[in-house]
């Protein structure tokens, strides 16, 4: 296979079984795959996609108003913020992040409000329409996900239901100066338990193979990209590993046009153990970490990405 695997989720209701191992297999062999048939409107994402070009469009003084001294977990983060591990350069990157929205009292202190952008009013309907869209679907997944380590198909529900997750529209900005590094994102794993990724029509995504070679991803229209992050490879032993991916400047004109993404980082509850699940421990496979919280675990990555001094 030359590039990452495709998955037609309407099989998991039609023959469960099948999709199951299917999927397992190629989460095992990728880490990452292309979800067909997942049921969400393309207007949703188009909404989406629409609204945020909009936003990142207002002027740098306008978008600065929504950059809050939070370690950037609501609202805008300007250029030069975030830098991947060990990297030499910040990303050249701008986003935005949507946190969940909950009805009365939030059940713990990282629930913070949402910082909407005043000047375009459509981004809080279309962001909330795709959150709300991409948190049902990434229940689902996790379902066939359990299913395939060996628990119950609901054993993520209440782990997952008032989980931080967060959405974050991205903008890379053309890159017009050739001394400029060639890497929009740097060489990075997500923190989180998986990533759904919509969006983006431009090349330039690229996962680490297991001979160490970088694949291009090619966005198809319809298809969302789901990856295991950090988090779900640790609760699995590395049964399901978590692929290092980078996003790079297209070569030639295509490079000299924006690009947008939006992905969708499904994070659980606080104190969510994400000790090695006992099936995942084997003679062959000997627990690797000591058991943490998924909140501890998060600190240490978000100090390391500085985000959080
Ligand atoms: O822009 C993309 O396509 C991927 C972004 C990404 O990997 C990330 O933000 O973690
Ligand atoms: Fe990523």
């Known amino acids: 296979?030359?590039?990452?695997?495709?998955?037609?989720?309407?099989?998991?209701?039609?023959?469960?079984?099948?999709?199951?191992?299917?999927?397992?297999?190629?989460?095992?062999?990728?880490?990452?795959?292309?979800?067909?048939?997942?049921?969400?409107?393309?207007?949703?994402?188009?909404?989406?996609?629409?609204?945020?070009?909009?936003?990142?469009?207002?002027?740098?003084?306008?978008?600065?108003?929504?950059?809050?001294?939070?370690?950037?977990?609501?609202?805008?983060?300007?250029?030069?913020?975030?830098?991947?591990?060990?990297?030499?350069?910040?990303?050249?990157?701008?986003?935005?992040?949507?946190?969940?929205?909950?009805?009365?009292?939030?059940?713990?202190?990282?629930?913070?409000?949402?910082?909407?952008?005043?000047?375009?009013?459509?981004?809080?309907?279309?962001?909330?329409?795709?959150?709300?869209?991409?948190?049902?679907?990434s229940r689902v997944l996790l379902r066939a996900f359990a299913l395939f380590i060996g628990e119950d198909q609901h054993y993520f529900d209440d782990k997952v239901n008032y989980g931080n997750s967060i959405l974050r529209p991205l903008h890379y900005p053309p890159i017009l100066d050739p001394n400029l590094p060639n890497v929009r994102a740097g060489a990075h794993e997500d923190i989180n338990l998986i990533t759904l990724l919509v969006?983006?029509?431009?090349?330039?995504?690229?996962?680490l193979n297991k001979k160490g070679e970088w694949v291009g991803i090619s966005m198809i229209e319809g298809t969302i990209i789901c990856n295991v992050g950090d988090m779900l490879q640790r609760l699995t032993n590395h049964v399901l590993p978590s692929t290092t991916h980078r996003v790079v400047n297209p070569k030639g004109e295509a490079g000299k046009v924006s690009r947008f993404s939006i992905p969708f980082f499904v994070h659980p509850n606080p104190g969510t153990s994400l000790d090695a699940l006992p099936q995942c421990v084997t003679e062959d496979n000997p627990k690797r970490y000591p058991p943490i919280t998924s909140d501890e675990y998060l600190m240490e990555r978000l100090r390391e990405i500085g985000l959080i001094k």
Do not use: C
């Open 199 to 207: 969006g983006s029509e431009q090349e330039g995504l690229e996962v």
């Open 1 to 137: 296979m030359t590039t990452i695997p495709s998955l037609d989720l309407s099989r998991f209701d039609s023959d469960p079984e099948a999709f199951v191992q299917e999927m397992g297999e190629a989460y095992q062999a990728w880490g990452f795959a292309g979800i067909t048939n997942h049921g969400i409107d393309q207007s949703i994402i188009v909404n989406a996609l629409r609204a945020a070009e909009k936003v990142f469009a207002l002027p740098d003084e306008t978008k600065k108003q929504y950059f809050k001294d939070n370690g950037g977990t609501r609202g805008y983060t300007p250029f030069g913020t975030e830098v991947a591990k060990n990297a030499e350069h910040v990303d050249l990157k701008e986003f935005w992040h949507v946190g969940r929205e909950i009805d009365g009292e939030p059940p713990h202190k990282d629930l913070t409000p949402n910082v909407w952008p005043q000047e375009v009013p459509e981004f809080k309907i279309a962001m909330l329409a795709l959150y709300s869209a991409l948190d049902n679907l």
